[in-house]
Each structure stands twice: as structure tokens, then as C-alpha cells.
T-cell receptor, first 121, second 115 residues
Framework: GAVVSQHPSRVICKSGTSVKIECRSL??????MFWYRQFPKQSLMLMAT?????????EQGVEKDKFLINHASLTLSTLTVTSAHPEDSSFYIC?????????????????FGDGTRLSIL | GESVGLHLPTLSVQEGDNSIINCAYS??????FIWYKQESGKGPQFIID?????DKRQGQRVTVLLNKTVKHLSLQIAATQPGDSAVYFC??????????????FGKGTLLTVNP
């Protein structure tokens, strides 16, 4: 259980293109989804937190107009990199946190997709 | 801000040996900790977690130890196999509504298992 699917796995496109990345929780409902960015040989950097039906919360320094997040359902969140430029090239990873009721809601790990390698030429 | 760090960026072990990966955290308020394994080109994979009211938890071939006194977390892998080669991240979080359950990741340790 707790499978998160991320699509596409790799994108190569020209500068100025907008790219949409999908993140789906396949076998559970996700209370919250998270979007990360990871540079080579570095740790994961949280970009934004997305709750179903509400606006995403962006981390300091992350441009919300550049990285549009939509969390339309409990199983799907999308990240759109608008007007992408070479400096946006990176490995983008999403995660989902299982929706659990009651006292067990707090101790739920995030489950990650396999990432999207974005290369802007 | 506070962050989670690691003592060793790389660890090389022989197949069959036990591996110990260490992590130091600085936020004493953190109450939930997770270890992830990340293979090249993939997303992090959940290994094991531990709550702050515990000091040890065992899984299949893995054990996580938590020492809240010195704010130290470790991951022990028994009988390490070549398939265990990956980068291992510890992560911490504060389980309160205000934190929104955000994870803070450590820098990662690259584990290499030699056959």
C-alpha cells in the first residue's frame, strides 16, 4: 500500500514552455501533498505544501506564480512550472500523506513518487 | 532555522556486515522521525519511523534508535546487501497542526556495499 505515482518521469523542453507534473496517490487518500526540488547530490528542498481544496502554502523564496500547484482531489495534485527556463532544470518530487482519522492522524509518513527529471534547453 | 544533519556523508561496507547510519537533529520539539532510502533517479522510499515516546524500533533487517537526550537518531542495517546501496536520509517533523506535518530532511548519507 501507499503507492504514489508521478508523471511524467522525464521532460525535456525548450525555454519558455510550461510543464505540468502530476502526482497521484494510487491506493489511499492524501490529506496533504508536498512538492520538493532536489539538486544533484543534495537533500530534498520543500517547495510547497498542498491541501485538498485549498491554496498551497509556499516556502520562503519559492515563487507561487512560477510554480502553480493545484490539488483538486484527495488523490491528485499537479505542479505547473510556468515559462520554464534553464535554471528551473531539476529533479522534482512529490509526496503524499495518508488521510487517517482520529488519534493516529499525526504519525503518518510521507510517501514519495519517483520524481520528474525536468531539463530545459 | 533548525535542521537535521548527518555525521558521515559516505559509508562503505562489505556485503554481510552491519551498517550504522547516524543523524543529529537540533529541534528538540520534533516528535516524529523517519528514515528514507533513495536510489539513483528515484524518489525516497520509506524504511522505518519512530515516535519520540520510543527509543528503539525494529523492522525487517533494520533498527532505528532514538536518543532524545543528545538528539541523535541512527539506522542500523543488518547483513547489508548490495541492494542496500543508496542514499539514506533522516527526516524529522513536529506533529502539530501549525507545522502542517512538514518534514525537515538531513543531508543524506551515501551507503556503498562492496561485494
Amino acid at each position: 500500500g501507499a503507492v504514489v505515482s508521478q508523471h511524467p518521469s522525464r521532460v525535456i523542453c525548450k525555454s519558455g514552455t510550461s510543464v505540468k507534473i502530476e502526482c497521484r496517490s494510487l491506493d489511499f487518500q492524501a490529506t496533504t501533498m508536498f512538492w520538493y526540488r532536489q539538486f544533484p547530490k543534495q537533500s530534498l528542498m520543500l517547495m510547497a505544501t498542498s491541501n485538498e481544496g485549498s491554496k498551497a502554502t509556499y516556502e520562503q523564496g519559492v515563487e507561487k506564480d512560477k510554480f502553480l500547484i493545484n490539488h483538486a482531489s484527495l488523490t491528485l495534485s499537479t505542479l505547473t512550472v510556468t515559462s520554464a527556463h534553464p535554471e528551473d532544470s531539476s529533479f522534482y518530487i512529490c509526496s503524499a500523506r495518508r488521510r487517517v482519522g482520529g488519534r493516529w492522524n499525526s504519525n503518518q509518513p510521507q510517501h514519495f513518487g519517483d520524481g520528474t527529471r525536468l531539463s530545459i534547453l | 532555522g533548525e535542521s537535521v544533519g548527518l555525521h558521515l556523508p559516505t559509508l562503505s561496507v562489505q556485503e554481510g556486515d552491519n551498517s550504522i547510519i547516524n543523524c543529529a537533529y537540533s529541534n528538540s520539539a520534533s516528535d516524529y522521525f523517519i528514515w528514507y532510502k533513495q536510489e539513483s533517479g528515484k524518489g525516497p522510499q520509506f524504511i522505518i519511523d519512530i515516535r519520540s515516546n520510543m527509543d528503539k524500533r525494529q523492522g525487517q533487517r533494520v533498527t532505528v534508535l532514538l536518543n532524545k537526550t543528545v538528539k541523535h537518531l541512527s539506522l542500523q542495517i543488518a547483513a547489508t546487501q548490495p541492494g542496500d546501496s543508496a542514499v539514506y536520509f533522516c527526516a524529522e517533523t513536529l506533529n502539530s497542526g501549525g507545522s502542517n506535518y512538514k518534514l525537515t530532511f538531513g543531508k543524506g548519507t551515501l551507503l556503498t556495499v562492496n561485494p
